[in-house]
């Protein structure tokens, strides 16, 4: 089992930028990717930035030169620098841990930004 406790979402005008956490536990060694995800209210849940256990990073087009994903692997945690933000990123945003039985998932963490 994997533990997945997202924060670091808020309100943000427009250009400006947010760190995203997300705090792993339970059987981190199982772990092989973490993965943001965000979702708008009315759209399908999207991939945003993920990295896997190697180290490989891979972002969705739409975020690709603003956002940065990066891990502590000493604090179990993975990170999401949002800059230069836009309307269109606000949403939910969801950690997720992929292992070879399953995906787990965290509560989320709101990002709103203002235009």
């Known amino acids: 089992q994997v533990q997945l406790v997202e924060s670091g979402g808020g309100l943000v005008q427009a250009g400006g930028s947010l760190r995203l956490s997300c705090v792993a536990s339970?059987?981190?060694?199982?772990?092989?990717?973490m993965i943001w995800y965000r979702q708008a209210p009315g759209e399908q849940r999207e991939l945003v930035a993920e990295?896997?256990?190697?180290?490989?990073?891979n972002y969705a087009d739409s975020v690709k030169g603003r956002f940065t994903i990066s891990r502590d692997n000493a604090k179990n945690t993975v990170y999401l620098r949002m800059n230069s933000l836009k309307p269109e990123d606000t949403g939910r945003y969801y950690c997720?841990?992929?292992?070879?039985?399953?995906?787990?998932w965290g509560q989320g963490t709101q990002v709103t930004v203002s235009s």
């Open positions: 997720n841990a992929v292992t070879v039985q399953r995906h787990y």
């Open positions: 339970g059987s981190i060694i199982s772990i092989n990717a």
């Open positions: 990295i896997t256990s190697g180290g490989t990073t």
